[in-house]
């Protein structure tokens, strides 16, 4: 899905909601050592700039040559292009070897990944024991009853062109594929409920929106998702373009270190 990002990555950068300092304070406080932590998919850094403040040295990783363009620098932060087709020893070897990472992250990507041949590498280059891998993404933006209402309206009108692999994010990874043993930061099948809060205005969450991936697949297919009714629509229930509202990305989380093997 990497093309899919890959012409948006400077209005992705501006617009995408920061994640919360507390929620890398609680992930490091779970990893008895901060050497190395992964960030994968990072797109921008936006998640790994601020492991930098608990973790010695961060690997941050990019299918997406544009996302990384853009990607905040910071001296522990060594960003990586990682193409789809680089081998899985290659990629451990990257990252440190067998046992070298002692927290991975994926913020808001982990539904687009092939979990099967991700998780082989989370198995291999997690710490054992103390290892952590942690996932989380959130839903749409909320506002207020009347532009809730009018980006409900939005989703369902874009139901067509949404990627099978979002349904993961409507159910806010309830049912995502998590072979990992709790932390007590949520589990396979019940991820942790969280919140992004925020102020914005009415130009910033309109060009947000047009950075979701339904809005260019849409357009790849002769299909405007946002004609100027829909914009004016939302414009009217926001309040006006000059209002500066507060507005709440509910958010969700799930945090897990391998799972014990079994010696007969």
């Not at 990252?95 to 198995?123: C, I, M, N, P, R």
Request: net charge negative.
């Amino acid at each position: 899905m990497a093309g899919v990002f890959e012409g948006l990555a400077d209005i992705y950068a501006e617009t995408r909601p920061k994640y919360p300092r507390e929620w890398f304070v609680r992930l490091a406080s779970l990893t008895p050592h901060h050497s190395v932590a992964w960030d994968a998919a990072t797109g921008n850094g936006q998640a790994a700039v601020p492991l930098a403040d608990h973790y010695d040295r961060v690997v941050a990783t990019d299918m997406s040559e544009g996302q990384l363009k853009h990607a905040v620098p910071h001296p522990k932060v060594r960003y990586v292009h990682t193409p789809t087709c680089m081998p899985e020893d290659d990629l451990v070897a990257l990252l440190g070897g067998e046992g070298s990472v002692d927290l991975v992250t994926v913020a808001t990507a982990v539904h687009w990944f092939d979990h099967e041949k991700f998780y082989s590498v989370v198995q291999r280059v997690l710490r054992k024991p103390g290892g952590v891998v942690a996932v989380w993404g959130y839903r749409e933006v909320r506002v207020c009853p009347s532009f809730d209402a009018v980006i409900q309206r939005f989703i369902a009108s874009a139901l067509p062109f949404w990627h099978p692999s979002i349904l993961y994010i409507f159910e806010e990874y309830r049912n995502l594929p998590f072979p990992f043993d709790g932390v007590g930061l949520g589990a396979e099948g019940a991820s942790v409920t969280l919140e992004i809060k925020t102020n914005a205005s009415f130009e910033g969450i309109l060009r947000l929106v047009r950075t979701w991936s339904v809005v260019d697949t849409a357009k790849a297919q002769g299909v405007d998702l946002l004609p100027a009714e829909v914009v004016e629509d939302l414009e009217n229930a926001w309040g006006g373009r000059s209002l500066i509202r507060e507005v709440t990305f509910p958010s969700f989380m799930i945090a897990g270190k391998p799972r014990a093997t079994v010696t007969l």
